[in-house]
T-cell receptor, first 112, second 113 residues
Framework: SQQGEEDPQALSIQEGENATMNCSYK?????LQWYRQNSGRGLVHLIL?????REKHSGRLRVTLDTSKKSSSLLITASRAADTASYFC????????????FGSGTQLTVLP | DAGVIQSPRHEVTEMGQEVTLRCKPI?????LFWYRQTMMRGLELLIY????????DSGMPEDRFSAKMPNASFSTLKIQPSEPRDSAVYFC???????????FGPGTRLTVL
């Protein structure tokens, strides 16, 4: 079963708007990562947040982590058409020797 | 720099045939992961290797699936015999052992008729 579950499953916004995706997970984690997958391509790592961190920024990306609620959010600011892709959270559970468990993904469509 | 290389990119075969998927990890990476992606089950870890040794194959669905890593620069995932329900995109990923980030190949889209 999936460790992470993304919400919403699909999101459609206009270019320039912000996009927020959420991820919930079930077990204790070492870190949580977000990956992007363009159609027909492999996954690309975006950002990692460790279990002792609450917020992290990278360019237009902002990730938050609430370990008490076992949830994370990914915010993409000032979205662009090129941001259209599927976004997955992946958890590295404590003691799992770097095995990642991926969520079901959010399909983001940014309309020009 | 070359990323993770997978071949073939597309494979169409008939039920019962043997299928071999290939992966070349990024040079210097000593962890290698095989995943399967379907609409129904999402992205599932099948097996992973550290330093060419299989560490956890609990995700391998059946005995029809086998994976090998004869050296640090090559791995295969074999399905014998293949079945229509094996149709999926198979990804290989690699990382530096102990590192957090995995680097994915472009995937092999397998269709079993």
């Amino acid at each position: 079963s999936q460790q992470g579950e993304e919400d919403p499953q699909a999101l459609s916004i206009q270019e320039g708007e912000n996009a927020t995706m959420n991820c919930s997970y079930k077990t204790s984690i070492n870190n949580l990562q977000w990956y992007r997958q363009n159609s027909g391509r492999g996954l690309v790592h975006l950002i990692l947040i460790r279990s002792n961190e609450r917020e992290k920024h990278s360019g237009r990306l902002r990730v938050t982590l609430d370990t008490s609620k076992k949830s994370s959010s990914l915010l993409i600011t000032a979205s662009r058409a090129a941001d259209t892709a599927s976004y997955f959270c992946a958890t590295d559970a404590t003691g799992s020797a770097r095995q990642l468990t991926f969520g079901s993904g959010t399909q983001l469509t940014v309309l020009p | 720099d070359a990323g993770v290389i997978q071949s073939p990119r597309h494979e169409v075969t008939e039920m019962g045939q043997e299928v071999t998927l290939r992966c070349k990890p990024i040079s210097g990476h000593n962890s290698l992961f095989w995943y399967r992606q379907t609409m129904m089950r999402g992205l599932e870890l099948l097996i992973y290797f550290n330093n060419n040794v299989p560490i956890d194959d609990s995700g391998m669905p059946e005995d029809r699936f086998s994976a090998k890593m004869p050296n640090a620069s090559f791995s295969t995932l074999k399905i014998q015999p293949s079945e229509p329900r094996d149709s999926a995109v198979y990804f290989c990923a690699s990382s530096v052992q102990g590192a957090d980030t995995q680097y994915f190949g472009p995937g092999t889209r397998l269709t079993v008729l």
